[in-house]
């Protein structure tokens, strides 16, 4: 063999010797969803359909009546079925790199930081928690056991929304100058009513959804805030907590917004995004398909219905944390994102004079 021959057969031989160790880099991220409820339904629909994630264990309380299905659907050994009492074990699981946090919103909190303390990254859905202060200590635990954490807003996730975020920011509708949301719905029942698990009405759970988008496009942060909170539904259905709120914020830029929620008003889910030069209608905007907008932009008329299919915004939610988790790079929702809605929903509640903590 002559010397270049050598010399290529050698580098071909590192190539390959490279190659599994560019694939370990490359396996998915193994998810544990704790809770299997709707949601976690969803997110493992989400996980089957990503190269960049699977489900390997399961969290619940219920596992007998619950796992059979799981564990069939993605091939999950019943040995990686966790319950909330031996959910810290996970610890000594190599098989699981994440867990998935679909729990009622006041769990959020204990779940996290427990399975930060078992050294595992935590994709935590909204609300990321029920007070900011439990966000902070979420945050601290995450920080200290150096994981990963990120709060599940699937919308920053969604390229549609990513275009009509980008087509408000460019100056297409001209200077943004306000925005008018709302997300409501009168079927909610279970945990959602119980002030001890949800931590507060509609707001919390479907007026975060307006919010939150308004505070993204908008990128800053509220500075005043008023409300005003209703249940005109008379009963013990909504003892606990609000049924409908509606509220206005005010940015350190003049921007102004004003949303809304209800667990009473049979509604739809809209943002209105309103610039100098023309506005940008968004409606269904919070479903979990079927995100449709149009307006008028200083280039002309614009409309567009989204292609994709649910689960998709859960594919690209999961496929970016997958990532960061590559990459060791922050999440674009992290824990910080979260923390923010909080101190924005404890200020309007503080607003409409009932505070939530
Ligand atoms: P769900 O009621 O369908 O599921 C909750 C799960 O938690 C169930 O498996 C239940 O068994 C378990 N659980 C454990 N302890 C419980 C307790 N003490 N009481 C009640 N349930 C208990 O709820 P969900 O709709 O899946 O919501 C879960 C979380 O996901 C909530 O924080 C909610 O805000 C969030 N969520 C997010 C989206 C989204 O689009 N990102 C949509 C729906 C719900």
Redesign the pocket.
């Known amino acids: 063999m002559d010397r270049r021959s050598f010399t290529k057969l050698s580098l071909l031989a590192a190539a390959a010797s490279a190659l599994p160790l560019r694939a370990e880099s490359q396996q998915p991220i193994r998810f544990a969803p704790v809770?299997?409820?709707?949601?976690?339904n969803i997110f493992m629909e989400a996980c089957a359909k990503s190269s960049k994630c699977k489900v390997t264990a399961l969290v619940?309380?219920?596992a007998a009546e619950?796992a059979p299905k799981y564990e069939a659907l993605y091939g999950i050994s019943p040995k990686s079925v966790y319950n909330?009492e031996n959910y810290d074990e996970i610890a000594n699981d190599p098989d699981i790199d994440a867990v998935y946090i679909?729990?009622?919103?006041s769990?959020?909190a204990e779940y996290t930081i427990r399975a930060a303390k078992a050294g595992k990254h935590v994709l935590c859905?909204?609300?990321m928690a029920i007070s900011s202060a439990e966000c902070r200590q979420m945050i601290d635990a995450c920080r200290q056991h150096n994981v990963k954490l990120m709060i599940?807003y699937?919308v920053h996730y969604d390229p549609m929304w990513q275009q009509i975020r980008d087509m408000a920011r460019s100056g297409a509708i001209g200077q943004i100058q306000g925005f008018q949301g709302g997300f409501y719905g009168s079927k909610t029942s279970?945990?959602r009513l119980d002030r001890k698990?949800a931590g507060g009405g509609s707001l919390l759970?479907l007026g975060i959804y307006p919010m939150n988008a308004i505070r993204w496009i908008a990128g800053e942060e509220p500075a005043s805030f008023s409300a005003q909170i209703a249940t005109k539904i008379p009963g013990p259905r909504f003892a606990s907590v609000e049924e409908s709120i509606e509220f206005t914020m005010k940015f350190p830029s003049g921007l102004l917004a004003s949303s809304g929620s209800s667990y009473g008003e049979a509604g739809g889910a809209y943002l209105s995004i309103d610039g100098t030069e023309g506005n940008l209608w968004v409606e269904p905007a919070f479903y979990?398909q079927g995100l449709r907008f149009h307006g008028d932009t200083i280039h002309g008329p614009v409309s567009q219905i989204s292609q994709g299919r649910q689960p998709y915004q859960f594919t690209h939610e999961a496929d970016h944390f997958a990532d960061c988790i590559h990459n060791n790079t922050e999440p674009a929702t992290a824990g910080d994102e979260g923390l923010k809605d909080l101190l924005a929903m404890e200020a309007i509640y503080r607003a409409a004079g009932a505070p939530i903590a």
């Open positions: 809770g299997l409820g709707t949601i976690s619940t309380g219920h619950k909330y679909g729990l009622p919103n769990m959020h859905e909204k609300p599940a699937r279970g945990w698990l759970d979990y």
